[in-house]
């Protein structure tokens, strides 16, 4: 899979969520469930413009140095129905969880607009993060697809930083709830959320001080 270098940057450590209509459409996908080959690749989700939205992004870095991109990349965040109903009454996810988290390009100048930015073209990228603790070391696993989105893509190897950014960082399990405000109330309310947000929470509010 090819990214341009500055798109890269951001889904890396976006890691560390391209049309509905190009997708590849089944039974399982269709219905957010998590859907692999014989090989264990994972097959394209279908319809997640349909599943739960949860956040958009835009030029969001977890590096300190970020980009000097002018024009960053927003991201869209979904998740599946049936994990998002789960979670709103136990504030973990169950297994076959399915995020989504779409990549698109950033414009300034267009139409009427004048300032700011809005969401423009077809999605440059999709990452995917799914639970499955009997597939995958750690329960979670991350796949990303680019190119030709109709073919399965094979999982992030487990050796990747995202793996250990988003165990370590994780506001519940290995997902960046903490970012999701609509659902971390619910977190927050069913004493769900990890040691280590919480310990990067009392360092932030120190650095504030």
């Not at 209509?21 to 264990?40: E, H, L, Q, R, Y």
Request: charge should be positive.
């Amino acid at each position: 899979m090819k990214f341009s270098a500055t798109l890269s940057a951001f889904v890396l450590v976006a890691v560390s969520a391209l049309p509905v209509s190009v997708f590849a459409n089944n039974t399982d996908t269709a219905k957010g469930t998590p859907a692999f080959t014989t090989n264990g690749e994972l097959k394209p989700p279908s319809g997640y413009y349909n599943w739960v939205f949860l956040t958009s992004d835009l030029g969001m870095s977890y590096n300190e140095k970020g980009s000097d991109s002018k024009q960053p990349p927003f991201s869209n965040v979904f998740v599946n129905p049936a994990a998002y109903r789960a979670f709103l009454k136990t504030g973990t996810w169950p297994n076959h969880t399915q995020f989504i988290k779409e990549f698109r390009a950033s414009n300034t100048q267009g139409s009427i607009n004048h300032h700011g930015f809005y969401q423009t073209g077809k999605a440059m990228a999709v990452l995917v993060h799914v639970k499955d603790t009997s597939r995958f070391k750690g329960g979670w696993g991350f796949f990303a697809f680019s190119g030709d989105p109709s073919k399965p893509a094979k999982q992030i190897p487990t050796n990747a930083s995202c793996y250990s950014c988003h165990e370590a960082h994780g506001a519940v399990e290995s997902t960046f709830v903490q970012f999701y405000p609509s659902i971390l109330p619910v977190a927050i309310k069913h004493a769900t959320l990890s040691k280590g947000y919480l310990a990067d929470e009392a360092k932030a509010k120190k650095k504030q001080k």
